[in-house]
């Protein structure tokens, strides 16, 4: 069992930046692949960001190539999502999850475990 808790959210103006945090407890977070997630009002949840166990392999949704960046610190338990150059698109609530496999997955429905979410709105 893995529980996810973000942090870090909240309100930015556009070309801002923020970085958001995953810490997760349970003893199987380093051997797990993790996912940064967003979902905007009436639209269907997107995948941002991809990390493997080891934190050597990175994957990005098109839409924040060259601007987001995603990390992990193993020996802290937490994943990291540094957002750059944010603009008022990129308003949604942003979930971490982590998945069994090793390799970050872009299908929601292959992760196990979600955090509650953080609200992140970019304003023009």
């Known amino acids: 069992q893995v529980q996810l808790v973000e942090s870090g959210g909240g309100l930015v103006q556009a070309g801002g930046s923020l970085r958001l945090s995953c810490a997760a407890s349970?003893?199987?977070?380093?051997?797990?692949?993790m996912g940064w997630f967003r979902q905007a009002p009436g639209k269907e949840r997107e995948f941002v960001a991809g990390?493997?166990?080891?934190?050597?392999?990175?994957f990005y949704g098109d839409s924040v190539k060259g601007r987001f960046t995603i990390s992990r610190e193993n020996t802290k338990n937490t994943m990291y999502l540094q957002m750059n150059s944010l603009k008022p698109e990129d308003t949604a609530v942003y979930y971490c999850?982590?998945?069994?496999?090793?390799?970050?997955?872009?299908?929601?429905?292959?992760?196990?475990?979600w955090g509650q979410g953080t609200q992140v709105t970019v304003s023009s």
């Open positions: 990390i493997n166990w080891s934190g050597d392999r990175t």
């Open positions: 349970g003893r199987t977070f380093n051997s797990n692949a």
């Open positions: 999850a982590s998945t069994l496999v090793s390799s970050p997955p872009r299908t929601d429905t292959l992760y196990n475990y």
